[in-house]
């Protein structure tokens, strides 16, 4: 088993910066892929920021130039830097890996960690 834990998230005034951790644990054999989903009220989760085990990084076009991904895969971490923030990034923030452990091997598994929350104000 493999399990996520996040932390960072919090309230900050709009055009302020937060960064977001979530470190990975457990009978990890191989991490493929991190990054981050958020879920607003209201709304379905989305896709944020991704990393793979190649170094390629993806961001949503809402968070381009604002946001930046990045990894130590020595600690299992990624860290989610975020700057200019906007109300409309109120949300729940989700760590989500794809992962190769013990368990499953060869097959990979996707992970969830259990959410932060990060509301920005006006």
């Known amino acids: 088993q493999v399990q996520l834990v996040e932390s960072g998230g919090g309230l900050v005034q709009a055009g302020g910066s937060r960064r977001l951790s979530c470190a990975a644990s457990?009978?990890?054999?191989?991490?493929?892929?991190m990054g981050w989903y958020r879920q607003a009220p209201g709304k379905q989760r989305e896709l944020v920021t991704f990393?793979?085990?190649?170094?390629?990084?993806t961001y949503a076009d809402s968070v381009k130039g604002r946001f930046t991904l990045s990894r130590d895969n020595a600690k299992n971490t990624v860290y989610l830097q975020m700057n200019s923030l906007k109300p409309e990034d109120t949300a729940v923030y989700y760590c989500?890996?794809?992962?190769?452990?013990?368990?499953?091997?060869?097959?990979?598994?996707?992970?969830w960690g259990q959410g932060t929350q990060v509301t920005v104000s006006s």
């Open positions: 990393i793979t085990s190649g170094g390629t990084t």
């Open positions: 989500n890996a794809e992962v190769t452990d013990r368990r499953s091997w060869p097959r990979r598994e996707t992970y």
């Open positions: 457990g009978s990890i054999i191989e991490i493929h892929v």
